[in-house]
């Protein structure tokens, strides 16, 4: 079965600061992981995937994310907040078993101070 | 730049009517899928649809509810008797395959508030 836990609910950084934000992942099969970001009253952008090629994935916006199989884990990280980052961040997972459907952690809202 | 369109961006219906959403995918994408978000909470997967099929509906509660992809138009997600706890966001995404690896591009979703 598939599922994903986003550790935190709510993170809070200063713009400037690093940005981390976790997720655990459970798939039968090879994952294919997604980080996505919802600004308000808009839909998901994808920022980043990972399909089975280099376990460090650059997205867009200065995000990348490690993935570690032995951890089962996907985290999100970007070296300096910039408060247009402040939105809600999805980190998602899909594999062969799921037909293509997605599932997705319950988010993580991210605050920027300035 | 013909991204995923959702219509209506808002729907205020009252209890006992229908809601229909509506979902034209990005050029090119013969797969649909639905998802719903309700508050406080992430997506859910409701509905896979290819045209003129439904590939999966595991999703989809088992009454009231239900989603066509026509050879022609869009993708109709369509409420019966729609009731307070149908309110949420209902977001559509597509993607040229139903390969899992693929990345699902989502519109920006239908607000439905039910009176």
């Known amino acids: ?114 | 730049n013909a991204g995923v369109m959702q219509n209506p961006r808002h729907l205020v219906r009252r209890r006992g009517q229908e809601a229909r959403l509506r979902c034209s995918p990005m050029k090119g994408h013969s797969h649909v899928y639905w998802y719903r978000q309700l508050p406080e909470e992430g997506l859910k997967f409701m509905v896979y649809l290819q045209k003129e099929n439904i590939i999966d509906e595991s999703g989809m509660p088992k009454e009231r509810f239900s989603a066509e992809f026509p050879k022609e138009g869009p993708s109709i997600l369509r409420i019966q008797q729609v009731v307070r706890g149908d309110s949420a966001a209902y977001f559509c995404a597509s993607s040229p395959t139903g390969d899992s690896n693929q990345p699902q591009h989502f519109g920006d979703g239908t607000r439905l508030s039910i009176l």
């Open chain 1, 1 to 114: 079965a598939q599922s994903v836990t986003q550790l935190d609910s709510h993170v809070s950084v200063s713009e400037g600061t690093p940005v981390l934000l976790r997720c655990n992942y459970s798939s039968s099969y090879s994952p294919s992981l997604f980080w996505y970001v919802q600004h308000p009253n808009k839909g998901l952008q994808l920022l980043l995937k990972y399909t089975s090629a280099a376990t460090l994935v650059k997205g867009i916006n200065g995000f990348e994310a490690e993935f570690k199989k032995s951890e089962t884990s996907f985290h999100l990280t970007k070296p300096s907040a910039h408060m247009s980052d402040a939105a809600e961040y999805f980190c998602v997972v899909s594999d062969l078993e799921t037909l293509g459907r997605l599932y997705f952690g319950r988010g993580t809202q991210l605050t920027v101070w300035p």
